[in-house]
């Protein structure tokens, strides 16, 4: 999303799902109990009015299954914002759902309201994984909903998980292949948090469920971006949306951290680092260089890039200074010698 462009987000939590996933309480993640009305449609567009005008603006559903709630319901609430999309405040209409929630009549209706973009939880691509979690759908049904939904001309949003119960960081570098493979036109990348008053969180306290802690979620996804950047598709959210009720006590566990995707882009640059210093003598001082814009992400929170580079290689002094290179490069600017090497 560039900076002209804003969403405006509608919480329908838990609303229309059929399935208690095990790591799933909407209420929580999103702070919102209450379902969604026409008239709390209404009140978005109400609190919209104060973002810069001539922006692009995107009213998006989230938070339920929203395909899988009564007919009536989806009218109602698509009849109130088609009417702002009508009137041109609004640029376009976005909405989540279930892959076991679409087929040609539902997108048939979406396309009457103005719906453009479709977000499906495909959350992995293996069966057995997908069955643990209670997700209720295979992965088959996300094949056949997303081909649906590009047939028809939608945009189509794919979001995983990593770290649920039964997989691994192969297991989701295997669904991040499948579902590149789909062409979708983003994704949503959210390692598993255990939220309280779920089943995961069950599991979780009883010892049948490893915490997939926030330096795994950061491992893994360090994997699983540059596949999707290599294939041209963005990851334009990684990790939970923080929330005061999450960050007040709702996450008892678990990848959850305000700033993830800073970790992991921070990790990106560590990986890239060790393939640079791989080598070098200990006791050397090093000065590596990137885009001045992200000096911080390779130097890492409180410093953590440093220190672990500088004690697994034994250097003297490492650098980070900033270089005329495209953002996400590093290269190697100096390396000097311990003295009794000179």
Not at 126 to 139: K, P, W
Not at 201 to 206: I, S, V
Not at 220 to 242: D, K, S, T
Request: hydrophobic letters at 40%; charged letters at 25%.
């Amino acid at each position: 999303m560039s900076a002209r462009e804003s969403i405006i987000p509608v919480f329908v939590p838990h609303w229309g799902c059929p399935n208690d996933c095990v790591f799933c309480n909407q209420r929580r993640i999103t702070g919102q109990r209450e379902p969604a009305t026409a008239q709390t449609v209404t009140d978005a567009m109400k609190q919209a009015a104060a973002l810069p005008s001539g922006a692009k603006r995107q009213l998006a559903f989230y938070g339920g299954s929203f395909t899988a709630i009564p007919e009536e319901q989806q009218e109602a609430l698509l009849t109130a914002a088609k009417s702002y999309l009508d009137a041109g405040e609004l640029t376009s209409i976005r909405l989540s759902t279930r892959p076991d929630a679409i087929d040609g009549a539902v997108l048939r209706r979406l396309k009457v309201y103005g719906v453009q973009t479709i977000e499906l939880g495909a959350q992995s691509m293996d069966d057995r994984v997908l069955a643990l979690a209670g997700r209720g759908h295979t992965a088959a049904d996300v094949e056949k909903a997303s081909r649906a939904i590009k047939a028809a001309g939608f945009q189509l949003i794919l979001q995983m998980m990593t770290g649920l119960p039964g997989d691994s960081d192969e297991g989701a570098v295997e669904t991040a292949k499948k579902l590149i493979a789909l062409r979708p036109d983003g994704v949503r990348i959210y390692p598993t948090v255990i939220v309280k008053d779920t089943a995961l969180c069950d599991l979780w306290r009883a010892g049948l469920y490893r915490e997939h802690s926030v330096e795994d979620a950061v491992r893994v996804c360090a994997r699983l971006l540059p596949l999707f950047e290599a294939a041209g598709i963005p990851v334009i959210r990684l990790g939970l949306n923080p929330t005061e009720e999450l960050s007040g006590g709702a996450a008892v566990g678990g990848a959850y951290h305000p700033a993830l995707g800073e970790l992991v882009k921070s990790r990106l640059y560590r990986n890239r680092a060790e393939a640079l210093l791989t080598g070098i003598e200990p006791g050397s001082s090093v000065s590596l260089g990137v885009n001045g814009r992200e000096l911080s992400q390779m130097i890492g929170q409180h410093r953590d890039n440093l220190c672990w580079l500088r004690e697994k290689y034994g250097l003297r002094e490492l650098k980070i200074i900033s270089a005329p290179v495209k953002s996400g490069e590093i290269c190697r600017l100096a390396v000097e010698k311990p003295a009794e090497m000179v």
